[in-house]
C-alpha cells in the first residue's frame, strides 16, 4: 500500500484555492472540477461531492475540529509572516519558537484546516551556528544526535 495524498473538503473551492495560492504560493498541478490537486500533493474537494462520496448530510459536515494539520516548511519564515499580516491570515496563535528552536506559525485557511509552517531544521541549525553555537552545542540545544547536526549542516 501506498499513501498518496491528504485531500481536504472545502465549503468554497474558488476561495480555498485563493489562499492556497496566495498565501503558500501553490500552484494547481490537476483540475477535475469538483476535485484540485495543488502542488505539494494537497487535493482540495467540494464539500457537496465529498457529501456525495460519504452519503452524509451536511450536518455531518464540521470544519475546526483543531485536530489536524498540515506540515510545510519555508526558506523565509520571516517574509513568510509578512506575507500572512498583508493579507491578513487567521493564525491559531502567533509565531513561536518549539523547545528544540525551530520557529513556526499555525494558522487557518478559510475553512479553518490548520496549516503549520515552520523555518527548515537545516536553517535552525545554521541560526544556532551562527550564534556562536558548536556542532556539539546545537546537537545539545536541538536535543539531536551530532551526526543529524552536521547533516543538516551542509544541506
Not at 491578513?88 to 506559525?105: D, K
Amino acid at each position: 500500500m501506498e499513501f498518496k495524498s491528504p485531500l481536504l473538503a472545502v465549503s468554497n473551492l474558488e476561495k480555498s484555492l485563493k489562499f492556497y495560492k496566495d498565501v503558500l504560493d501553490l500552484e494547481v498541478l490537476q483540475d477535475f472540477g469538483a476535485n484540485v490537486t495543488l502542488s505539494g500533493g494537497i487535493s482540495l474537494q467540494t464539500e457537496e461531492s465529498w457529501l456525495d462520496f460519504l452519503d452524509k448530510p451536511r450536518t455531518e459536515l464540521q470544519y475546526g475540529g483543531n485536530d489536524f494539520e498540515l506540515y510545510f516548511v519555508t526558506e523565509d519564515f520571516d517574509g513568510f509572516l509578512k506575507t500572512l499580516e498583508e493579507k491578513n491570515v487567521q493564525m491559531v496563535r502567533p509565531p513561536m519558537e518549539h523547545r528544540w528552536g525551530q520557529r513556526v506559525v499555525r494558522i487557518y485557511d478559510p475553512d479553518q484546516h490548520i496549516l503549520e509552517i515552520a523555518e527548515p531544521l537545516s536553517e535552525v541549525c545554521r541560526r544556532f551556528r551562527n550564534g556562536g553555537l558548536s556542532e556539539e552545542g546545537i546537537a545539545r540545544r536541538m536535543d539531536v544526535s551530532l551526526e543529524l547536526v552536521k547533516k543538516l549542516l551542509k544541506t
